[in-house]
Nanobody, 124 residues
Framework: QLVESGGGLVQAGGSLRLSCAAS????????MGWFRQAPGKEREFVAA????????YYADSVKGRFTSSRDNAKNTVYLQMNSLKLEDTAVYYC???????????????????WGQGTQVTVSS
């Protein structure tokens, strides 16, 4: 089970940190990803982090503004979002992929489990 938290309403230029807590499986066996879906749009890749946390991968739209990290001891992955823009408004989902140690990926079909999502709204 994956449970996201930390979403909310923030002004443009502000910051939020999303968390995704995992349970039920060995967390370190899974690479983790973040995706988002804005109203009327398809779900898109945001960020991914390998099982060790040593490799990360970001969509061009968030590179330099968002940072993903994980704490395997706490079974939690994070998405630090800075310099938020209006176009970052979306429901954010975390996902888990049962993959090799250094794997990261941007294709949602590679992920086995998904959270329920948390709303992030950026206002002007």
């Amino acid at each position: 089970q994956l449970v996201e938290s930390g979403g909310g309403l923030v002004q443009a230029g502000g910051s939020l940190r999303l968390s995704c807590a995992a349970s039920g499986r060995t967390f370190s066996n899974y690479a983790m990803g973040w995706f988002r879906q804005a109203p009327g749009k398809e779900r898109e890749f945001v960020a991914a982090i390998s099982r060790s946390g040593g490799t990360t991968y970001y969509a061009d739209s968030v590179k330099g503004r968002f940072t993903s990290s994980r704490d395997n001891a706490k079974n939690t992955v994070y998405l630090q979002m800075n310099s938020l823009k209006l176009e970052d408004t979306a429901v954010y989902y975390c996902a888990a992929a049962y993959k090799p140690w250094a794997w990261v990926g941007a294709t949602d079909g590679d992920y086995n489990y998904w959270g329920q999502g948390t709303q992030v709204t950026v206002s002007s």
